[in-house]
Each structure stands twice: as structure tokens, then as C-alpha cells.
């Protein structure tokens, strides 16, 4: 087995990033400027869950928490106006919040998460994990984050679920099929094969993520301080360029 793993090709932090932020901007060209082409929404449906693993990757690589909650903070305020644009129209639009919140109720999740797990005690640990699970998902809701209780629960599904090990692996699979699949479902696609009629969920195609999430071996790739703001800002600026379109 660590043979054939190690024939596979492999996926570093920068490739990731790289795929999900094209993936991204290809749901977010539909849902703007170039409707119709569903081909663009259903490769975007990968976009989600490899972000919801980088930031659980950077959680634990990063070398400043605080820091790195920081950024992730700054960057989320200053998307508030272009996503506003985006999605309600116009500058002020309170009934949905960016993405970058919903990481950061992730983030919170799994401090918490790992304080009980500084304890050492396990009734702590298990009953904050209980608590978490239970109660983030319901938070994003109330917040109305971008992909609320689904977008936590996936962050939570990486967290809980980070590893190599074939249940790892599995877990998330299933946890993922499960969020994405009945959680979230949606419109699908009609299929017609050898007599039979099978429906495909668009958001079904989340769980391709799981092919460049699982070729991940840990390594950073090609990094620079530029490349990390670049990461940073893309999110807000891609925003603003197609919702400025947008309402031309």
C-alpha cells in the first residue's frame, strides 16, 4: 500500500490553494456574470471543502494563532462589501455573511476543542466535542454564514477527522456524502442509463475535493509572503471585480 501511495501524485498547500481558489471563482462567474453554464457551478462545488481543510491545516502549521485569526478577521470585514454586492445587490445586505466567518466560527470550534484536549481529561474532551459538533453548526446558522451549519460541520469533519488511516478517510467520505448530499442537496440532474433513471446532486460534486485533499502529504510547496496575501486577498477582490460587472 505505501508503494502505490507513493506512485500517486501529490498535492501540497500551494496546489491546493491554487485549485480552490480557481474552483471559487468558477462558481462565482456563474452565479455573476456568465449564467447558464452549469458546467462552472458544478466545478465550483470542490472550492468548499478543500478551503475548509486548509484551514484546518493552518490552524495547525500556523506559527501565530492569534495572528493567523487575525488576518482571517481583517480580510472577512473587508469582504463584507464586495460579497454584499455580490449577493444582495448593493453595499449593505445583513441576511447573509462571507465565508471567512464561517472559518472563523471553525477556528473557534477547534480551540475549544483542543483546550479540553489540553485537559487530559476525558469527559471534558468528549463533552466540548458533543458541544461542538451540537452547538457550531447552530451558530453558523444564526450568523448566517456562507454555507452556515453545513460549511462548520465541514470544518469540524476535517478536524475531528484529520489523518492518513483508512477511518479517517472513510469518515470524512461518508461525513461529507452525508453533508452534502441530504444536509444541503438541492437541484440535481437527470440520468437516463441502460432503462433506468438515476438523479445526480450538483453538490454531490463536493466530495471530488476529496481527491486533492487526499494526495496531501503535508508539504507547504512554493510559499512567500506575496503568495500568502495573494491568497488572502483574492477572495475580496475577485468579489468586487464581479460584482462591480455585475451591476453594469
Given at each position: 500500500m505505501k508503494r502505490i501511495r507513493r506512485l500517486l501524485p501529490e498535492t501540497t498547500s500551494f496546489s491546493l490553494h491554487l485549485m480552490a481558489m480557481l474552483f471559487m471563482l468558477c462558481d462565482h462567474l456563474w452565479?455573476?456574470?456568465v449564467p447558464g453554464n452549469e458546467w462552472l457551478t458544478c466545478v465550483g462545488r470542490l472550492a468548499f471543502p478543500i478551503f475548509a481543510f486548509l484551514i484546518v491545516e493552518g490552524y495547525f502549521h500556523t506559527r501565530s494563532l492569534k495572528r493567523y485569526v487575525g488576518r482571517l478577521l481583517v480580510f472577512a470585514l473587508l469582504s463584507e462589501i464586495p460579497f454584499n454586492l455580490v449577493v444582495g445587490g448593493g453595499v449593505f445586505y445583513p441576511f447573509h455573511q462571507?465565508?471567512?466567518?464561517?472559518?472563523?466560527?471553525g477556528i473557534l470550534l477547534i480551540y475549544l476543542n483542543e483546550k479540553a484536549r489540553g485537559t487530559g481529561k476525558l469527559p471534558v474532551?468528549?463533552?466540548?466535542a458533543a458541544a461542538t459538533a451540537l452547538l457550531g453548526p447552530l451558530l453558523g446558522l444564526a450568523a448566517m454564514t456562507d454555507y452556515h451549519f453545513a460549511g462548520v460541520l465541514t470544518v469540524l469533519v476535517f478536524y475531528f477527522l484529520r489523518g492518513r488511516s483508512w477511518p479517517c478517510l472513510?469518515?470524512?467520505a461518508?461525513?461529507?456524502a452525508w453533508i452534502n448530499l441530504e444536509m444541503i442537496g438541492g437541484?440535481?440532474?437527470e440520468l437516463q442509463l441502460a432503462g433506468h433513471t438515476f438523479y445526480l446532486v450538483q453538490q454531490g460534486f463536493a466530495l471530488l475535493a476529496l481527491i486533492p485533499i487526499w494526495l496531501y502529504r503535508g508539504r507547504q510547496g512554493p510559499h512567500s509572503?506575496?503568495?500568502?496575501?495573494?491568497?488572502?486577498g483574492f477572495y475580496p477582490v475577485?468579489?468586487?471585480?464581479l460584482g462591480l460587472l455585475q451591476g453594469m
Open positions: 452565479a455573476t456574470v462571507n465565508v471567512l466567518w464561517t472559518f472563523l466560527i474532551r468528549i463533552l466540548t472513510l469518515g470524512q461518508l461525513a461529507l437541484y440535481s440532474y509572503r506575496v503568495w500568502q496575501y495573494i491568497c488572502y475577485h468579489l468586487l471585480i
